[in-house]
């Protein structure tokens, strides 16, 4: 009998599991599903009442027009451009320092990692200002480096290695060194190859957050050939975003969510465990 | 003397270890400290970006503090913002990740589908929902309310409803990234725990009140802390929600207007870049103010 009660009680429970799961599931699911059914609508149907998510006449319409409007070929490559580069700078500078900060021994070595690290403290609003006046007495404003240079080397990036490298035994170092391996030897030969999992993590994050950074593209780009994607969509946002022509608008939104959705869908076990790993957003 | 050319020596002898870090220690002061302590300094003088910066004392806190209503209300809505996301977003995310735990099938998959708003874009996002919020016909949610027997909701063209709106756009953003943390935490509890508890008769409730909230409480911490981090620094939903009302980057009647966003409206709109910096660093201060109290709150009432 009590068995019994036990038994009906874990399948009320499993029922209740599987409810609150696919609830939430599908209202996660139902923005982009609509991002994606309203990008192939007609404007009759977009206007027709009431709305639906069947699409009588699926057309590309939107998507020809927006990349006839907007040169989004040449956004794609620069958001592209900018997140590759920044993130393979980022994979060397960082842990090329995360190495010295982990193994070496050096005068002011821990002060100056803590003042490193201090840094994910600050709201990157405090920098905002200043940033933008360095950037434009560069005279980078419009520029790749604008968006590169400053980047290339995140203070977390750095924090994220030396954690990783800290856990490799001394011993393969000093191997190395006996062998007559140069400093940089040592990193290259055997540092890197066995942070490659903290790399992963580095990259896939670093690309994500480069790929939908917004506001310091805001403030540094006004050219409109050097936008990157985000800039793009919200341009076409503030021009056509309470028109008629919502069609065009998600077919923006879906070109830029849809090229990070399938990464994401490829590598979703590492994105999991980095983000269980660092605890960071993008 | 002679302590001075020991260090030389040691510096020379470490010289990999500093041409190691030199590329991230050159960025790090150019893009970063400089700009900080700049940030400080901008904040008390009058800087339009193209004439020398003209000294002012504190008078751009004291304008803050007492003569600018737009700043209050800038805070408020951003501590409203505050309030409303942190708590439901992560109760959610706490059942969310709770469900998720248990022994059930396609576990990846939900994973995967509630992680999806963590690597999109906020304006893709707030486009998204923007035309999910659409006025009385065309948006989803008017739709669904009405057939639901209630009345349509002006959502993005009423100064009530705007920031609520975002406020239930960013919920959803965010409960992904809570969840995965949430879950990582509850992975740490052993479930020797749980079966002593079954063992004594402990029912479902009683167990997740006395075993996983007390013991799950350093992560619950941590995720409190990032998501108001995150919350206070509200601006790209502001931005894009709002574009296209024909008002400024708060939206009517500044109904939506963050403490960011006024930011940038001094700053880079207006460029009144020294107001701007003292609104920066009081944003920092509230930040830090708010990740201290929280600190001492959670610790205080869960002790156990």
Redesign the interface.
């Known amino acids: 009998m009590r068995n019994l009660t036990i038994k009906t009680r874990n399948r009320v429970i499993n029922l209740v599991v599987y409810a609150v799961l696919t609830v939430g599931a599908l209202s996660m699911a139902v923005p982009y599903v609509w991002m994606v059914i309203t990008s192939i609508k007609p404007i009759e149907e977009i206007q027709s009442y009431p709305p639906s998510f069947y699409v009588h006449h699926p057309t590309f319409a939107p998507y020809k027009e927006l990349f006839s409007l907007l040169p989004m070929g040449r956004y794609l490559l620069n958001s592209f451009f900018v997140a590759s580069l920044v993130t393979l700078c980022n994979i060397f500078f960082c842990s090329l320092a995360g190495y010295a900060f982990a193994k070496h021994r050096f005068y002011g070595r821990d002060k100056i990692f803590l003042l490193l690290l201090s840094a994910i403290m600050i709201p990157y609003q405090v920098n905002l200002i200043p940033g933008f006046i360095i950037v434009r007495n560069l005279g980078w404003l419009n520029s790749f480096y604008s968006l590169v240079i400053p980047n290339m080397a995140m203070a977390f990036g750095v924090f994220l290695c030396r954690q990783y490298i800290m856990s490799i035994p001394n011993d393969l170092i000093d191997a190395a060194k006996i062998d007559g391996c140069s400093e940089f030897g040592i990193y290259r030969l055997v540092i890197l190859p066995l942070i490659k999992p903290a790399l992963a993590t580095l990259a896939i994050f670093t690309f994500l957050s480069q790929w939908n950074s917004f506001v310091w593209p805001l403030i540094v780009i006004h050219a409109s050939s050097m936008r990157t994607v985000p800039l793009a969509l919200s341009v076409l946002n503030s021009q056509f975003g309470f028109g008629a022509n919502f069609a065009m608008v998600m077919a923006g939104a879906t070109v830029v969510t849809l090229p990070v959705l399938i990464v994401f869908i490829c590598f979703q076990k590492y994105f999991i465990k980095g983000i269980a790993l660092i605890g960071l957003k993008g | 003397m002679k302590s001075d050319k020991g260090?030389l020596k040691?510096?020379i002898q470490?010289r990999?270890?500093?041409l190691?870090?030199a590329?991230?220690?050159i960025?790090?002061c150019?893009?970063?400290?400089?700009?900080?302590i700049?940030?400080f300094l901008?904040s008390f003088t009058r800087y339009n970006?193209l004439s020398a910066p003209q000294w002012v004392g504190f008078s751009n806190y004291y304008n803050i503090f007492f003569k600018d209503p737009r700043f209050w209300k800038a805070l408020k809505n951003t501590v409203i913002y505050v309030a409303g996301v942190v708590p439901i977003s992560i109760s959610?995310s706490l059942?969310?990740a709770v469900?998720?735990d248990?022994k059930?099938r396609f576990k990846?998959f939900?994973?995967?589908?509630?992680?999806?708003?963590?690597?999109?874009?906020?304006?893709?996002?707030?486009?998204?929902?923007?035309?999910?919020f659409?006025g009385e016909?065309?948006?989803?949610i008017n739709?669904w309310l009405m057939k639901m027997g209630f009345n349509p909701v002006d959502w993005l063209m009423s100064p009530t409803w705007t920031l609520p709106a975002i406020i239930i756009m960013s919920i959803?953003a965010g409960?992904?990234?809570n969840m995965?943390?949430l879950?990582?935490g509850l992975q740490t509890i052993p479930r020797t725990f749980y079966e002593a508890a079954d063992i004594d008769g402990a029912g479902?409730w009683n167990k997740f009140w006395n075993i996983t909230l007390p013991l799950l409480r350093p992560t619950l911490l941590?995720v409190v802390i990032?998501s108001m981090?995150?919350s206070?620094?509200l601006?790209?939903q502001v931005?894009?929600m709002t574009?296209?009302?024909g008002e400024g980057v708060g939206g009517v009647l500044d109904c939506a207007l963050s403490l960011?966003a006024y930011?940038?409206e001094k700053?880079?709109q207006r460029f009144e870049?020294g107001y701007?910096?003292a609104i920066?660093?009081i944003?920092?201060a509230v930040?830090l103010l708010a990740t201290l109290v929280n600190m001492k709150v959670v610790r205080s009432r869960f002790e156990y």
């Open positions: 260090l040691s510096l470490q990999y270890s500093y190691f870090i590329p991230t220690v960025l790090f150019v893009f970063v400290l400089i700009p900080v700049a940030s901008l970006a959610i059942l969310l469900a998720i248990q059930i990846n939900y994973k995967a589908i509630f992680f999806m708003p963590v690597v999109t874009s906020f304006i893709a996002i707030s486009v998204i929902w923007k035309w999910l659409a016909k065309y948006g989803l739709y959803w409960l992904g990234y995965i943390l879950l990582v479902s941590f990032m981090i995150n206070f620094q601006f790209e931005y894009v574009a296209g009302t960011v930011l940038y700053g880079f870049m701007a910096s920066a660093y944003l920092f930040i």
